[in-house]
């Protein structure tokens, strides 16, 4: 190992010309506080005559990401160039394979390759960083990983994706549809074309199976995520709950349960004044529930260039500092086992909006319905105001109302049988829409 | 060095309980974490037969807690008896020049000699760790001096007083006055009898210079920080906030200014939609500003044995790990020097409520004087029925009425002369209140 720690960087795409333009301001402090100069020495990107902004003179150029993970003239593997396969992983474990510390922003690479690529890690005795790959600036790694060391974590949930809690903070602002929102934030830059990862939930299930496997001392399992995203949500749901005291948040949440880890991520309704529901915008926040501690939120930058940069100059000056960890703290052999946990037998309170014809009898068939499943209900509001304005301009009886119901906690078989039962008399008019509750 | 981290508590007061207990249930898991066994070997305190609800059998026992520092049995010395000098001091010099890691949650200690002792340890290549002397639980000295490194810091303020906030969250809920919300906390066991630690600004005082040590690489310096407390602020300042859109906090401020870093801690005007107005009660929380992350929040248990205990714990842990870096990060002697910045030169808002006389001329003199000295005011609000309600049942003409305004950002020195020239004019029958504004 030479005295300079000399830096390659893979994909030079915003977040690794942040990360070279971040090295270089910062080079003075960075040399101060870890003992040691770092330097970017390589880089790899698809395109070397772009102009990025950032000076690479005297940094040798490699077409070949992989090859520049393989060269003996870097100490420290920076992967950018993302996804869950390909190119990505064949660096990464070339770097890993030929004794190099890497630095990853990748989520997909660790939630779905990421105890094979820590078995390698720990085996050579390098280092596998990952702070980027969740919640950008956030730095929610370390303070798991690190700062609870002493805590047992009993609940970890979070907003884990801006483009999602863009277009609810709008939907919620604007009372506009999800699609008008949607297109919002594609115009703005905050949603892909295709951007079906991001509202589908499945950025966050990647995230949040890392946050699970720190938190819990399990394996990263992206198969173990219960997974809805917020296509589905109509503005009246965003009206609705905001009458009822409530916010609907995307959150991925991982919680100690009777029979093991339940890991979700789905749209949740959270009580308007717990300190999530006040994240709004491209915003992330992440809440920690331990027995220590009780409750510690940390909110911040979910995304962008220098955000994510930060995470990863975090990674290297660790590295630098000698800090070199396992992975996921414990040695990955030692972790247990993430299996899915069905949704069916989750516990919580409920929101459920039934679309019932406006004739004598709905509601009696929906408190019964309720009551034989032995679910207590917090509220039920029938809203006539509402099927005049969104069902029926004309506002003349018999036309389908919203009958919105909140429950106590109950199992989620009970109350999707009670939700049945209530479509098997015939009451309902279009397919229930339910959102699980979060409460403190 | 033995396989076994061997640890020596000194004060076994509600912290070091916590400590021995959290050490004993994580036990296990520390040990796969960080790749050793930790163990309680010796410990200290005043009273060896209390009941203090831990397991000490097998735990060697030292009257002396500078005696259990100078063992050579322990290598890793946790000091939690409090105080900046005296027995914590002694010992914990002991510790460092006898080559042992210290861990402390002594603020004092380390806002007062904190220089010398991490030069100390320097030497000696040891840890002196003090994540428990700031926001209790909220691991922010390891965010700010690991996982922000690779930011440019430009300013940092918190809530890190609990006592404060509590007195003022029941002051704003309650309606009710200082001494009563005080006398509240007293019986709750939130403030000492002797309060003015806490109600003075002084504990805030203490954690901020060692955040401003570690944000922007300076020295600790409790005499650079200007400091006003809570004592002096009425239940009308926490009504005419509210009526402004604002909230009272004690807050610690620590910002990069044109001339060096201002400190300062003093009641302080926050926007009430704010990530930091809506801490309520007893909870800490911090924001760090920086060029690369832009805004990062941390929130959560400022005090109590348990959350105070899992920072010890996060410290203990990383000495395990090996990570042993240098106390403030760079090495001391690369430190700037901090300096009081004169609280005139303070640019801001400001609240300013002037009780005068209700006749002519009054509003006059206000808006002249302010004018006078280029400041442009937000607004300005003269309220007789706090008039009434306050100073006057009878709600009669020429009772003094209460003026409150609200300035754009002005020196201090501007503001005061302004204030001085109403003051001068005769409008004035009781010292004006001025409290500063921090916006974003």
Not at 238 to 263: F, N, T
Request: charged content about 25%.
């Amino acid at each position: 190992m030479s005295e300079i720690l000399r830096v390659g960087i893979a994909g030079l795409g915003t977040v690794g010309a942040s990360v070279v333009r971040l090295l270089d301001s910062r080079r003075n402090a960075l040399a101060l506080r870890t003992g040691r100069a770092i330097q970017v020495t390589a880089v790899s990107a698809r395109d070397k005559t772009r102009d990025r902004g950032i000076d690479l003179s005297g940094v040798e150029w490699y077409d070949d990401p992989v090859a520049l993970a393989a060269s003996p003239d870097i100490d420290l593997f920076v992967e950018l160039i993302g996804g869950e396969g390909g190119a990505a992983k064949a660096a990464v474990e070339t770097a890993l394979a030929t004794g190099k510390h890497v630095v990853t922003a990748n989520k997909a690479l660790i939630a779905h390759h990421g105890r094979a690529l820590a078995e390698l890690a720990e085996e050579k005795g390098v280092a596998l960083a990952f702070e980027a790959s969740v919640a950008g600036g956030i730095p929610i790694i370390k303070t798991v990983k690190e700062g609870l060391a002493g805590n047992t974590i009993t609940r970890i949930y979070g907003i884990l994706n801006g483009t999602c809690n863009y277009i609810l903070t709008r939907m919620e602002k604007d009372g506009d549809s999800f699609s008008k929102c949607l297109k919002q934030a594609q115009k703005l830059g905050y949603a892909e074309a295709d951007p079906t990862f991001d509202i589908g939930g499945y950025d966050t299930a990647h995230k949040l199976t890392i946050l699970t496997a720190l938190a819990f001392g399990v394996n990263v399992n992206i198969d173990a995520v219960y997974v809805e995203g917020i296509d589905k949500i109509d503005a009246i749901d965003i009206r609705m709950a905001r009458k009822l005291g409530y916010r609907i948040k995307l959150l991925g949440v991982a919680e100690r349960s009777d029979s093991g880890i339940e890991q979700r991520v789905h749209p949740t309704m959270v009580p308007s004044d717990s300190p999530i529901a006040r994240i709004m915008g491209v915003t992330n926040a992440v809440t920690i529930q331990s027995d220590a501690v009780d409750e510690l939120t940390l909110s911040g930058p979910g995304a962008g260039g220098d955000a994510t940069a930060s995470a990863v100059l975090a990674d290297i000056a660790d590295v630098a500092s000698g800090a070199v960890g396992r992975p996921f703290g414990p040695p990955v052999a030692t972790l247990g086992r993430a299996i899915q946990e069905p949704i069916k037998r989750h516990e919580g309170g409920y929101y459920i909006r039934l679309t019932v014809a406006d004739k004598p009898g709905a509601a009696a068939s929906i408190v019964t319905s309720f009551a034989d499943m032995e679910i207590s209900l917090e509220s039920i509001i029938q809203n006539r105001s509402e099927s005049a304005a969104q069902l029926d301009p004309a506002g003349r009886s018999g036309a389908p109302v919203p009958v919105v119901v909140i429950t106590y906690a109950t199992t989620e078989a009970a109350l999707r049988k009670a939700v049945d039962k209530v479509i098997a008399e015939g009451y309902v008019v279009e397919k229930p829409q339910v959102i699980r509750i979060e409460r403190e």
